[in-house]
């Protein structure tokens, strides 16, 4: 499928440490261009790190994170920035101070200014026309699902070949997920690819293309979402099977 086109991101190997705290272990992904490839996993797995691997908030001890052909591991989270990734993290990390434009124009801070700031900025108001209305308003007054959607406009002015996503569902009830998992799919057919993590897993596999499972920092399984949806492990412990309290 969208593989044809080549790899755009892969850990080959990577190690991850937080002091004596092994967190992944020898994990591989391979990131196709064009894809959307979801990341699961239980509480405290390394999913977040693997973000923060990717994004160079955290250095792997070991192993490598290659960017179109390029190792990248070494390089300062603006410099991958400035290379065509970037970061919706967890907890959105807007500038609540400041506006929903100004938030949306520091998305393009590696850019030149230009004209292609505005067409940047009309794009992002196509798909979200409520931060038109909203652009003069202070970000931190905004509602989650709306802060949300400031994160991910704010990726896209960065013109990313790669969004990083850390739970973009989270915290959101579950109209807004279906309306952000439609955007993510909007973003991903304008041809960015992209890479997210989300406990929301049954979505999650209705958009992506592929998936790993990692279980304590290990990759436990990948492959096609369509596959993986079938897969009778991952019903029982993902998609809300068998959720037959122990205790009762
Ligand atoms: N900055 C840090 N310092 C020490 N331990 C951390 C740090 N960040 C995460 N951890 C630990 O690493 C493990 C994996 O965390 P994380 O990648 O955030 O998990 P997930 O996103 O899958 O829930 C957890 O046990 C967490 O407590
Ligand atoms: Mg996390």
Partial sequence: MQRELGLLLEFRGVNTHYGDLHVLKDVSYEIGRGEIVALLG????????????????????????????????RLR???????????????????????????LELGAYTRKRGPELAEDLERVYELF?????????IAGTLSGGEQQMVAIGRALMARPR???MDEPSMGLSPLLVEQVFDIIQQIN?????????????????????????????????????AKLRENPAIREAYLGELQVSAAA
């Fill in 42 to 73: 239980g509480n405290a797995c390394g999913k977040s790190t693997t973000m923060k691997t990717i994004m160079g908030v955290v250095r792997p001890t070991s192993g490598s994170v290659i960017f179109e052909g390029q190792p990248i591991e």
């Fill in 77 to 103: 989270t603006a410099e991958r920035v400035k290379r065509g990734i970037a970061p919706v993290l967890e907890a959105r990390r807007l500038f609540p101070r400041m506006t929903v434009l100004e938030n």
């Fill in 129 to 137: 026309p409520r931060m038109k209305e909203r652009r003069g308003q």
């Fill in 162 to 164: 790669l969004i990083c």
């Fill in 189 to 225: 057919r304008q041809g960015t690819t992209i890479f997210m993590v989300e406990q929301n897993a049954a979505m999650a596999l209705s958009i992506a293309h592929r998936a790993y499972v990692l279980q304590t920092g290990q990759v436990v399984l990948s492959g096609e979402a």
